[in-house]
């Protein structure tokens, strides 16, 4: 097992902050449990880290980092219309919706290219284009390291919402996820996901379509959308998507006529957020090192340099421009690591 001191994260991290760690471990294998358990219990403070690509580090991390780089991928139970599949934490995202899809395993297609891993995947419930992780998680396997035990969250258990788990809210560094199961679907049951705007006027999904085309038409629009974190950094969304009253949106519609927003529930609508940060002036907009990005403002970009103070800096002054013209409260996706 891999440990470092005073292991410098910038590499790790898609945003590309420059951050050092106190301690970092690699978890490579389930074996390696029982000397890590012993690391983990003894460190005041811990951070899991999978793909780095939802996060903002702080210049020092005064923690025990554990860095989930476990593999591997097999099927739990499967009948004519359906499989199980568990994937390892430390698997890539994007490969194992490939591996999925390869092998006529549906459901995760509208999910591609997404950065990151299986086992950060639940945490902040990952969701693109019309689909949302807990529609497809069947179970999630945890290393409770204050029980020293193994626990199997339901989908129940994970209490998903938009953007957020259980684990995203409760005792971040005591749940050390290492695997998750998807239940898919096989194509005889399998239903395609076209509701959202971009996939549902694509060329390509018109007629009948395959899990393939909305895969391929998924990759596409993410790529000419959202800058690609090794090219050019970025933890993609930085701000949730706000979710208001109808009493709210009833007033910001009559204000901005063309204000992009979708009913959520029966008393809410959620806000394009960057919708709302390009109206602001900031699609673009560059201060020092970062900024907005110029085809996806609700991305914020690392142009090179930058530190955990330059983006608190550009977020301050959007979350204020933002709030002085709608009247909302930002709120930040990627977790703040310190
Ligand atoms: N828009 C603008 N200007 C912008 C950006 C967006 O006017 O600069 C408008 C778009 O034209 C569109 C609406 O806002 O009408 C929504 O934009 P988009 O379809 O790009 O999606 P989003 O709401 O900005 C969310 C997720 C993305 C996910 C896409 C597709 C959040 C915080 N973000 O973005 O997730 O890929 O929908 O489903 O919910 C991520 O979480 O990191 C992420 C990239």
Redesign the pocket.
């Known amino acids: 097992m891999l440990i470092y001191q005073d292991y410098n994260l910038q590499s790790v991290n898609t945003l590309a902050l420059p951050s050092i760690a106190k301690k970092m471990v690699c978890f490579d294998h389930q074996d390696q449990l029982g000397p890590l358990q012993r690391m983990m219990s003894a460190a005041p403070r811990r951070w899991v880290l999978g793909g780095g690509s939802?996060m903002v580090l702080a210049d020092y991390v005064d923690a025990l980092i554990i860095k989930m780089q476990n593999k591997g991928i097999r099927v739990v139970a499967e009948t004519t219309t359906e499989v199980v599949v568990e994937a390892q934490a430390g698997e890539n995202w994007h490969q194992f919706v490939q591996y999925c899809l390869n092998r006529g395993w549906f459901g995760l297609e509208n999910l591609a290219l997404?950065p990151g891993t299986v086992g950060a995947a639940p945490v902040?419930n990952?969701?693109?284009?019309?689909v949302e992780l807990d529609q497809l998680v069947e179970q999630v396997q945890v290393w409770d390291v204050e029980l020293a035990e193994w626990r199997r969250f339901s989908v129940t258990d994970c209490a998903f919402s938009?953007?957020d788990s259980f684990f995203k809210r409760n005792q971040v560094g005591r749940y050390l996820i290492t695997a998750v199961q998807f239940r898919l679907k096989k194509l005889s049951a399998w239903q395609p996901v076209l509701r959202?705007?971009?996939l549902q006027n694509h060329p390509d999904l018109q007629g009948e379509v395959t899990a393939q085309a909305i895969f391929d038409a998924v990759v596409q629009v993410?790529q000419r959308?959202?800058p690609d974190p090794d090219v050019l950094a970025n933890?993609?969304?930085f701000?949730?998507?706000p979710i208001v009253s109808v009493a709210h949106y009833q007033k910001l519609v009559a204000q901005y006529p063309e204000l992009?927003a979708y009913p959520h529930g029966e008393q809410h609508y959620k806000l394009?957020?960057?919708?709302m940060?390009?109206?602001a002036g900031w699609?673009g907009k560059q201060i020092g090192p970062v900024g907005?990005?110029k085809?996806?403002?609700?991305?914020l970009v690392n142009y090179g340099g930058a530190t955990a103070h330059d983006v608190a800096e550009l977020v301050q002054k959007v979350r204020a421009d933002i709030k002085a013209l709608f009247e909302v409260e930002l709120e930040q996706?990627p977790i703040p690591v310190c």
């Open positions: 939802n997404i902040q990952i969701g693109a284009y019309g938009y953007r959202y705007p971009d993410r959308k959202l933890a993609g969304s701000f949730k998507n992009v394009a957020a960057g919708w940060i390009e109206r699609k907005m990005h085809n996806q403002a609700l991305v996706e």
